[in-house]
């Protein structure tokens, strides 16, 4: 028997539309995919990203099948607003498991994925008196443990991970700690998370390189999506009409990547109102696929940059327009990126293994 775990309030899906079918890679694989669509689902009602809807069943899920189109700047900025608000969604702590998911790990592709289940997945006072800053979890669980497989299959010698090893002290010890975006920050001292601002987790995909987000005409999610689905939170700060810088995307290596930059302050198509959707944005980006977790919402950003996103910077633009991100963080991409590049060593080898480690020494 399945069981619909369409993230859709009330809307039925279009009977006539072609759906695709994923089985289990990993027995229990597709039930954590599943979980984890449903938890970023949950923001959409406050504006967060649009998330593709899922039917699951014993050892499959089944998903609509989406007409694809391109991204737009204006769809890049909205999208950049959307996201903003699914990871202000927040996370219990780091590493955090989405609601539902009771075992210690899941998987990011066929990798392993160290994760910390508990009582749900949503935000609130920890449980634990072990919650770890986000430096410390991102050292344990996302670095050290990918490093003995990279130095087996020889994309990585023991010199290189020696280098990575050195990153992941300083990151224990808490010199890359940085508070989460503006939202987030905002909502934890509401609820009355840990004054540490490095222990406070942000509700993020997981793995959100360029390929897990499908451009899509408007009219291919109006049958499922909520109505707020997409357009960012309701009313944006203030500080966000002060800004008068644009914020540059990380290529690969951290670098600038192309697109045509709009000054914060002015007025750009796209610009949000709280009356409707954003003006031009008829293709809107969908979340597909995720490795759903607590953890940092630089590292879904700085993951968006590893194999290039279109129109990368009107993304940022638009999330740093609603939910400013903290002071330092184009320095930190790179940083960010590492738990990635490093899984792709272990994957494929090759020169992911030499990547990750002109990485690493940047932060060593």
């Known amino acids: 028997m399945s069981r619909s775990t369409s993230p859709a309030s009330d809307g039925a899906r279009r009977a006539d539309r072609p759906t695709f079918r994923k089985r289990d890679a990993h027995r229990g694989s597709t039930e954590l995919e599943a979980l984890g669509l449903i938890w970023l689902a949950e923001a959409m009602d406050d504006g ?60 990011m592709g066929s990798a392993d994925l160290p994760l910390r289940p508990g009582a749900d997945g949503a935000a609130g006072a920890p449980t634990s008196p072990g919650l770890r800053r986000w430096g410390e979890f991102y050292a344990e669980d996302r670095l050290l443990p990918y490093l003995p497989a990279a130095v087996r299959n020889g994309s990585m010698s023991t010199a290189g991970a020696a280098v990575v090893e050195r990153v992941a002290s300083r990151l224990a010890d808490g ?31 997981g793995d959100l390189w360029s390929g897990n987000v499908l451009w899509v005409p408007r009219s291919e999610v109006e049958d499922w999506a909520p109505g707020r689905a997409g357009l960012g939170p309701a009313t944006a700060p203030a500080s966000a009409a002060a800004a008068t810088t644009t914020p540059e995307a990380g290529s690969r290596t951290g670098a600038t990547t192309g697109g045509d930059a709009a000054d914060h302050g002015a007025t750009r198509p796209g610009t949000r109102s709280a009356d409707g959707p954003a003006a031009g944005t008829d293709v809107v980006g969908v979340l597909i696929d995720p490795a759903t977790q607590g953890g940092h919402a630089e590292t879904d950003l700085a993951e968006l940059a590893v194999f290039g996103q279109r129109h990368l910077d009107r993304v940022l633009a638009g999330y740093d327009e609603v939910s400013p ?6 320095e930190r991409i790179g940083l960010h990126q590492l738990h990635m590049v490093l899984i792709h060593a272990v994957f494929f080898g090759g020169s992911y293994g030499a990547e990750t480690v002109s990485l690493a020494r940047r932060y060593a």
């Open 48 to 107: 967060g990203a649009h998330v593709v809807p899922v039917t699951t069943g014993s050892g499959w899920l089944e998903e609509p099948r989406l007409r694809e189109s391109g991204c737009t700047p204006a769809a890049a900025e909205a999208f950049g607003r959307a996201l903003a608000v699914t990871h202000a969604a927040g996370a219990r702590e780091h590493g955090a498991a989405p609601t539902g998911w009771s075992h210690p790990a899941g998987w």
């Open 325 to 330: 991100l903290a002071g330092g963080w184009r």
């Open 175 to 205: 010199d890359f700690d940085a508070p989460q975006p503006g939202l987030l920050a905002a909502r934890a001292g509401r609820d009355g998370l840990p004054h540490d601002a490095s222990r406070v987790a942000a509700r993020t995909h």
